[in-house]
């Protein structure tokens, strides 16, 4: 979480996980296209949704993030053919464990934007950042993280 | 039980014996009587009575135990060829590692079966027995029930009959079983070389008295404040003793992440909250779709946190999501967290679609 | 320590409007990896490469981070750079601060802080890059070309022409697709036939092209440069071999029931047939769900009167598998459903058709003999309008929300051809916009208005309806005038959007090449590689990729067959090093790697492992590298984290989230 410093306004972290081919693409064309989106959205490219460890994610809320999102192809579109399928389940069970464990489940997203949606990509990005932000501070992982 | 142990011994001393088998994997007692571990027997002199064991206490899964004991044994093997060969004696003379025995209860058999599957263990250095079994006791259980001082326990069909410094006890073992005992998933071996059961079952008998899954509609129903009340207390009591993950059968990795400084997750005894949820998640992560549910995890945790609940979570998604799926019901499954379907695979936003609270 | 050097780019004004670029190089100044940080113009630039490569030399970098553009844009670019200054090219990260920062934030605080971030993870991330040496592997030098029409027809015959072995697989029984059906073509009016039947031919008779009609791709393996592919060349029940093509069999067959695909349906066909007269190849085809033998077990009658003896009643499906360096995409378009349209009758009135059943009606060889005359009753019509924009540039959802782009063009022709041919015929054409960029293009259009009279209301139909004397009455609003128009016509031509070929998704998923949400096949760059599929070794050639006329189609199917020829020059590829490799003391040999591997690149083999002082043979993955194409699937399935991949392993992605997250 930043806090900016004029105006205290909640500013909330948000890391987006991209695959290489889709949707990091698709977040090209949104740039290209200048179509803009909060620039609390960070984005760490991977080659493929299926890269994607929970472990990244988990490191992510650890570290202060207040959302995490993961984008891939689209089913059925995926770089590598079956990436994205393996990663839809790994996603499911995963935010079901989060959800299990009393977690916001809106705090964890999966989006499939392909390499010509970059006014999907900002759509999402924009509704999810909202999102985020009226969620507030991530405090059910916040309390469960390192706070130093 | 006094009949099936004596049988079991009989029949591990034959195969000893004849060298059909080299070793013995069985349970053996320590200082008291409730105090059963598993233990590896190379004698069939060590095999008395008394120091093998089968009793109401024999809840480890001993296929777990497989996997250090066959590599200790083809090491061993592969050890003494290179000093033949290095004394310039044949390397084939000397004698490959044998079969190991091994007991395994019912639900220890979906374990063996997962270990099959990937590879953990060579099936052709293992001899089977499987055990015929009617649910575990919970010391702890018996303990909250009032017993202490306990010199003996003795089973005596549905009874189990404690003695204690204080006196007898006897209680029903319906009452006391092991939280995977009460919640069985049946008694028919799902691998066996032979079966030692003097009196079976009917067919389909013997499913534990509780709904496997009720814990876990429970806390789906609740809040998610209550959820997130529920799980901080339970996880907030990990020591991080590791004992979860040592008994699983299902954490078999050469080198765990939480222990390998390069990976980036590894944690030491002193951990934030944050690490100790992290550590639980991603342990059931990583069983996910492995896990037999047997149990192990549970009954080891000293600090009584229920884990099973986490893995039980993941088996209950899976069965809904993707169709049901018993992990070790048979060699060579393809667990659904590395499979896929897909056309009729859910997305992950049924989790907020599900309308749980 | 590594010595950390970071560049960043002000790409014009493109990213220091927003981002302060001196500030984000006093930021990085202060981590301790970086040892030298400074800002150029245009880094991608001659000067600003120098730049880097100095830098390289004069600090002994370990490694550098550009702050740029996009690395889908320069991450090449940058690799070059530093390999020519002796640094590994995989000790190179781009902070992408234009696309995904100055492009879209308009406040330069903002920009300014999240390019730090950003710059920050990519410093993050390089710090754990290690040098990679990229592999090799062999190019199969033959390609394989998906479509047999125009665009197919062009991409092969260059190829060929360059000296490399061709083959086309075409799903119908005939080469030459759409254009082999058109009458005349635009802007100059030559006849569609005479220009692409000897193309046809030449296909026919290179040595290097082979032909495979009535065939279809059924399953691709494989990477650039050594893609296998398994080809069904469904029965024809002719043997292709022993038919003459004298179409004996084609006049006999007591059939007649067959919908005359090539003539959209306007006439029927017996059930075995040859397309057309000049179909390539040139042999017939037995279509078994009209055929009396097929249906009854009897007839024959074609097997009969072959005295080439090439009927094959027996003939099976037949699945071959070829090995291709590169692929390209040509599968075309479809006319769209126009029956989703409805008001304008077409499913109703026989007088509605599209523009290629006009097309039919009007060419030689149709079902009128090039008279034109109602479908209806033969007769001649006196009265026609067009109707543009059927399901293009449609935001109902009914249609297409993109331009069909052809429409305009073929509609004047169709106009102006009418009215050269039957003075008598008037002609109206109701258009949104009439868009006619293109050499001769709107000098074309003007013809038809100007010389021709041809009568352009600006708006869009709201109904067709069949009126009291038979006819049909147009029933729309002039935008111009504001008036309602009500037309009485005998004949209603629909300009119906075009779309790519049905099967175009499935080519696509077995390629996987990326589809738009039209199903165009994307290219991997709008602009700078037009041609090119996003998946290496994959090209995009004619209407697969866009709507496009046959000019426009020729000239990318060349480009596309150039892209193959540079491609199948190389005698080796170099291969991506980022792929996935296993650290021996870890695996467990679980398999799950190899499940979810999709390439079969990871294999298990027993070795002898040196772990914590004791040797023992373990059951070991092993990633092929020639195959492994770094998706990173196995990493995740991998429990000990024993599989990690190059250039993007776990400590690299979590110092990245550290970075990020700090």
Known sequence: ?148 | MQEITGLMVKRAKELLEAGEVQRVIGWTTGDFCYDVTPAVFTKAEDLEEGKFVYNSFCGSNLSKYLIQTLRNDINAVNTAKAMAARKGENPDDIPGPGKTLVFLKPCDTYSFNQLLTEHRIDKSLVYVIGVACRGMADIEKIKLMGASGITKVIDAGDKLEVKTIYGDKSFDKKDVLLEKCACCKGKEHKYADEVIDPEPLPEGEGKGPMDRMAGVTMLEEMTAEERYAFWNDQLSRCIKCYACRNACPACTCMKCVFDNPRSGVDSKANVTEFEEKMYHIIRAFHVAGRCTDCGECSRVCPQGIPLHLLNRKFIKDINEFYGDYQAGEAEGQRAPLVNFDAENDVEPSIVNEKGGN | MQRIGVFVCWCGSNIAATVDVDRVVEAVKTDPNVVHAENYQYMCSEAGQKLIRDAITEHQLTGIVVCSCSPRMHEQTFRKTAEAAGLNQYMVEIANIREQCSWIHKDKDEGTEKAIILARAAIAKVCLNAPLQPGQSKVVKRALIIGGGIAGIQSAIDIADAGYKVDIVERTPTIGGKMAQLDKTFPTLDCASCIVTPKMVECAQHPNITIYAYSEVEEVKGFVGNFNVKIRKKARYVDETKCTGCAVCTEKCPSRKGRNEFNCGLDTRGAVYIPFAQAIPNVATIDATNCLHFKTGKCGICAKNCSANAIDFEQKDEIFEEQYGAIVVATGYQISDVTKFDEYQYTKHPDVVTSLELERLMNAAGPSKGVLVKPSDGKHPHDIVFIQCVGSRDISGRGKCYCSKICCMYTAKHAMLIREKYPDVNVHVFYIDVRTPGKNFDEFYRRAVEQYNVDYIKGMVGKVYENEKGGLTVQAVDLISNERVMLDTDMVVLAAAIEPSDGVKHIASMLTASIDTNNFLTEAHPKLRPVESPTAGVFLSGVCQGPKDIPETVSQAGAAAVKVVGLLAKDYLVTNPCTAHTDETMCNGCSSCERVCPYGAISYIDKEVMDKGVREVRRIAQVNGALCQGCGACTVACPSGAMDLKGFSNKQIMAEVDAICK
């Open chain 1, 1 to 148: 979480m930043q806090v900016n410093e004029n105006s205290k306004e909640f500013k909330p972290l948000i890391v987006a996980f991209c695959c290489n081919w889709c949707s990091y693409a698709g977040a090209d064309l949104a740039g290209t296209s200048r179509l803009s989106y909060p620039a609390d959205v960070k984005i760490i490219r991977v080659p493929c949704s299926c890269r994607v460890n929970p472990m990244f994610i988990l490191k992510a809320f650890e570290k202060g993030a207040d959302g995490v999102i993961m984008c891939g192809c689209h089913p059925g579109d995926c770089h590598y053919t079956t990436g994205n399928y393996y990663a839809r389940r790994r996603m499911t069970l995963l935010f079901s464990m989060l959800d299990y464990l009393g977690v916001d489940k809106e705090r964890v997203r999966v989006e499939w934007v392909s390499a010509a949606e970059g006014q999907r990509f900002a759509m999402v990005m924009n509704d999810f950042a909202k999102k985020i932000t009226e969620l507030g501070e991530n405090v059910k992982l916040g309390d469960i993280r390192c706070k130093k």
